[in-house]
């Protein structure tokens, strides 16, 4: 399983993702992100492209087998909290 740990970083990182795109509040940060709690205010009802699972089995499990895929996430979270963290 994905072990994401609910930080919003990722939520925070959002320019030049075409399907997140009306999303963007102009800085690159989801108007949909709660920024005090750093959560998802329509978590249940979130676009698939914000859902790992749903977007492995649409379209990345033709390229990647599940543990590749959640690896592949864990390093872009894991750059994305370093890029943050820096400020
Ligand atoms: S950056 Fe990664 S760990 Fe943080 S909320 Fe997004 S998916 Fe979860
Ligand atoms: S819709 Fe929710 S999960 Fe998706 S980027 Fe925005 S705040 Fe994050």
């Known amino acids: 399983m994905f072990s994401c740990d609910c930080c919003g970083i990722c939520c925070r990182y959002i320019k030049g993702i075409e399907e997140l795109k009306e999303f963007d509040n102009g800085d690159g940060i989801c108007i949909n992100l709660?920024?005090?709690?750093?959560?998802?205010?329509?978590?249940?009802?979130?676009?698939?492209?914000?859902?790992?699972?749903?977007?492995?089995?649409?379209?990345?499990?033709r390229y990647f087998s599940k543990d590749e895929f959640y690896k592949i996430n864990e390093e872009s979270c894991k750059k994305l909290k370093e890029i943050y963290k820096k400020g």
Not at 38 to 47: G, K, M
């Open 34 to 61: 709660d920024k005090d709690k750093n959560l998802c205010q329509i978590y249940s009802s979130r676009p698939p492209i914000c859902r790992i699972d749903e977007m492995y089995k649409v379209k990345y499990h």
